[in-house]
RNA sequence: GCGCCAGUGGCGGAAUGGUAGACGCGCUGGUCUUAGGAACCAGUGGGCAACCGUGGGGGUUCGAGUCCCUCCUGGCGCACCA
């Protein structure tokens, strides 16, 4: 028995389930089923994304707990989701804010610290001053709070981190071996690693006995360098200015109206060129990034846009080193070097290796790779998250816990009221007599961020009941996942992380498993036209009517104006609501539709139109299935071959929006065609098909005509009936169609010539032409060519 | 700016380099009626025709929606990444 581990992203628990998740689920589910029809060991677990800011934020608005607001979501939303008829081992659920699965996450974080890919150290974060807390990126809008309107603070913290980055290069090199995920993540996992390759420059202060470090991935320029430009947090700054000087820079920079427009702050020390010896001003400047390469870069203006940029603000000598004309400075591309006794006359690649080469050798630099990507960090200054399990002494120092320590559970009694993190305002909770060495500590008050919770859950899945994370033999067997299924909007954070955290367990656990999900599909959203009145007032679809020839708002009169379709969300009240829709139009029609009218990994608009249709499609093939009589026709046998076939092909391809064709062209021909089949097996085999896609109306089918709900094992094929005898034989002259002739397959193209020739069409298009050449792809087509 | 993806009827979309437009929606005409969120039948790329048609222009090929070059348009992602 083959397995397969089947899966889709969990949700989180907000309070309903929406279109999006049907789609999601239903995609996933179509999958899973049809596996089990073909006798694999299917796993199909779901569960619950269930830490996070939101619970928080309701607890105060509605004044009830973070834990009691989640678990209620979590039992309203399992309610829908089995009314959507999804095949999901429901003995696997697990939800990430219960003690049994987040005291497994802490074992795992103290693994993590052991193997020494969990640290501690300061780092600038966003800084709610109103609501005393950290806040996430995406929460930060235009500089402000998004809860309290607040300005942001970049503020110095001590946070935990993951090492992500020991990995970069793996989980960069790792993505080739993803054949079967989406270009478009891979491309954008890629870039989010950003790798260059370059070299690390030492420049010399001149007098003083500091150092300045560079990356540049142009070491060929570095004849052409003018001046150095560092950032405002570069540590030297520190050194040579006061902690109110560093201030007023910041604050200049940050009062640029366009953060666009470059600004640097001339320091009062000069840099040594490497090779020229020549003094270079140094600059603090708004545009040097402090978290990339070293925060600092040489200028070379005429062959980078920035630097040109800033050397003309400021009047600074631009020098050419690679040959162009005047009027093309910047000149960035590849050219012959100039005016660099060393390199002149190189293109870049050579350049790039002899300046090294030159650099290594005077011990003032060497080749270099440098990542865009930082270490993952992971405090949040939150309640309702995963305790890190890490006490403090009075005197400062720290000590990770022992896993016999665990698990630190989260205190139910908090004071939630918005302002900054209830742990740290828990006395009682946070302070504790150490057992090892019986002086008083103090727990860690910031809990992990939710992105850790979902990083592991597909490998607890696998045994969510074990007294320990996981079991090593199982995920050697199950892992990894054979087919992932979620929105695109995880490209990079969700995924990325749990590519870390599968190659980080497996260096820690000797697993064998290199990678979490072998497959990776990610659906499209499901859009639906946008309603407002005069007033600008969103208005849902389903309070808008259509009379007289105008879109009227239902309860008001109101004059509707029809917007785009748009992307379902909540603000522009473009919903509909899956409850209402099961309600109206039944779970076949709903499952139908969800992979009817696009392919899977598009867009959706959700249509009336396409609904009903969808209905209507249920209700034609139950209607077809009373028909109490049986009667086939030569070809039936073929057709039916024909349709597994195309349905078993296009369910392994995601391609289900072509299941729905081959569905309603099957219908077509057994219609028209009048082949009625009733009670016969060929029904059972239909059925077999269909019931991945909508499985309840199978079953009630099934229950009728056989009166069984045991729906069987996929059927399998008859190759040979698949193999077309009677064929239509277009033939072409000169590559252009002129007619189709009834053949057979395996036809002698001497004869067939013949007779092509006797066609009228065909006589008249060669008469006093010449046949230069016959091409015959046998079966296929016959193209000839005269002159 | 850089990167990725995509441009096919009125619309959503089909086409291992081999009959472009499967299938659905919509629309047109008709049938029936136990008036339904019906059902059924016929038609539906353009053009009177020969023919012309897959964003524009070139190329490879006996043959291109499909492969290559180039330009245009749209979407998404990243965005001063040195």
């Not at 689920?25 to 596996?35: K, P, Q």
């Not at 190659?503 to 407002?532: C, S, W």
């Not at 539709?593 to 959700?606: K, Q, T, V």
Request: proline share 4%; charged share 30%.
């Amino acid at each position: 028995m083959q397995k397969k581990y089947i899966l889709e992203m969990f949700p989180y628990p907000s309070g309903n389930i929406h279109m999006g998740h049907v789609r999601n689920y239903v995609i996933g589910d179509i999958c899973a089923r049809y596996h089990k029809l073909k006798g694999d060991e299917v796993i199909h677990p779901m569960g619950w994304d269930a830490f996070g800011l939101p619970a928080e934020n309701a607890a105060i608005q509605f004044n009830t707990h973070p834990q009691d607001w989640t678990f209620s979501n979590i039992q309203n939303m399992k309610d829908q989701l089995k009314k959507l008829d999804l095949d999901l081992d429901w003995d696997r659920e697990l939800a990430t804010c219960k003690e049994d699965y987040y005291r497994y996450q802490q074992e795992l974080f103290i693994d993590l610290y052991n193997a020494g890919l969990a640290y501690k150290k300061d780092a600038l974060v966003n800084w709610d001053p109103e609501d005393q807390t950290v806040l996430a990126n995406e929460q930060v809008i235009d500089g402000k709070g998004w809860r309290t309107g607040a300005l942001v603070e970049q503020k110095v913290l001590s946070q935990w981190f993951f090492k992500i980055t020991n990995y970069a290069e793996e989980l960069l090199n790792d993505l080739d071996e993803l054949t079967l995920w989406p270009d478009k993540v891979k491309t954008m996992q890629k870039n989010w690693i950003g790798k260059s390759i370059g070299a690390e420059i030492k420049f010399q202060i001149v007098g003083k006995d500091d150092q300045l470090n560079i990356f540049t991935t142009r070491p060929d320029t570095i004849y052409g360098a003018t001046f150095i430009a560092i950032s405002v947090n570069h540590n030297l700054v520190s050194k040579y200015l006061k902690e109110d000087e560093i201030e007023e820079i910041k604050k200049i920079f940050s009062n640029n109206i366009d953060d666009k427009e470059k600004q640097g702050i001339l320091l009062d020390i000069k840099c040594l060129h490497p090779i020229l010896e020549k003094e270079m001003p140094v600059y603090i400047a708004n545009f040097v990034l402090d978290n990339y390469g070293e925060g600092a870069i040489f200028g070379c203006p005429a062959h980078d846009e920035r630097d040109y940029e800033f050397a003309v603000k400021y009047s600074l000598p631009i020098l050419k080193v690679i040959k162009c004309e005047d009027n093309e400075l910047p000149f960035t591309q590849d050219g012959e070097v100039i005016n660099s006794p060393l390199l002149n006359g190189l293109k870049k690649t050579e350049a790039i290796k002899k300046i090294i080469e030159y650099f290594e050798d005077k011990n003032i630099g060497k080749e270099s790779i440098n990542y865009k990507l930082r270490d993952w960090g992971v405090s949040r200054q939150r309640y309702w998250g995963c305790p890190i399990p890490v006490i403090y002494y009075e005197d400062g120092n720290y000590r990770v816990l022992d896993k016999s320590e665990l698990p630190v559970l989260l205190p139910y009694d908090v004071n939630l009221n918005g302002k900054g993190n209830a742990l740290l305002n828990h006395d009682s909770w946070r302070k504790i007599i150490c057992p090892k060495t019986n002086k008083v500590a103090f727990r860690e008050t910031d809990t992990l961020d939710t992105f850790v919770d979902s990083s592991w859950y597909y490998i607890r899945f696998l045994d969510n009941k074990l007294g320990k994370p996981f079991d090593t033999n199982k995920v050697n067997e199950y892992l990894p996942v054979d087919k992932y299924i979620g929105g695109i909007e995880h490209a990079i954070l969700h995924l990325l992380y749990s590519r870390f955290f599968m190659k980080a367990l497996r260096d820690i656990y000797k697993l064998n498993v290199n990678e979490p999900f072998k497959q990776l599909f990610t659906q499209g959203m499901i859009t639906h036209k946008t309603y407002k009145t005069q007033n600008e007032e969103w208005v849902m679809p389903k309070d808008v009517i259509f009379t007289k020839g105008k879109l009227i708002r239902d309860k008001t009169k109101e004059l509707i104006q029809e917007g785009p379709s748009e992307k379902m969300s909540k603000s522009k009240k473009n919903v509909v609501e899956p409850d209402e829709i099961l309600e109206s139009y039944g779970i076949s029609a709903t499952r139908f539709f969800m992979i009817s009218d696009s392919p899977p990994d598009r867009e959706l608009e959700w249509t009336d139109e396409g609904i009903q249709s969808s209905k209507n499609l249920v209700r034609r093939i139950e209607k077809y299935f009373t028909i109490d009589k049986t009667s086939l026709k030569e070809d039936t046998e073929k057709i039916i071959e024909k349709f597994i076939y195309n349905i078993e092909k296009n369910i392994l391809n995601f391609s289900l929006n072509k299941c729905v064709a081959d569905i309603y062209t099957l219908f077509n021909y057994l219609e028209k065609e009048k082949v009625f089949l009733y009670d016969s097996e060929i029904s059972k085999k239909i059925l077999v098909c269909l019931y991945p896609i909508v499985p309840k109306m199978c079953l009630n089918i099934s229950k009728e005509l056989f009166k069984s709900v045991e729906i069987g094992n996929w059927p399998s094929i008859n190759t040979d009936l698949l193999l077309e005898t009677n064929i239509n034989l277009p033939i072409q002259v000169k590559g252009k169609l002129v007619t189709t002739i009834k053949t057979k397959k395996g036809y002698i193209e001497e004869d067939i010539l013949k007779s092509i020739y006797e066609i009228d069409k065909i006589k008249n298009k060669i008469l006093d032409r010449k046949v230069l050449k016959v091409i015959n792809v046998q079966d296929k087509i016959i193209n000839i060519i005269t002159t």
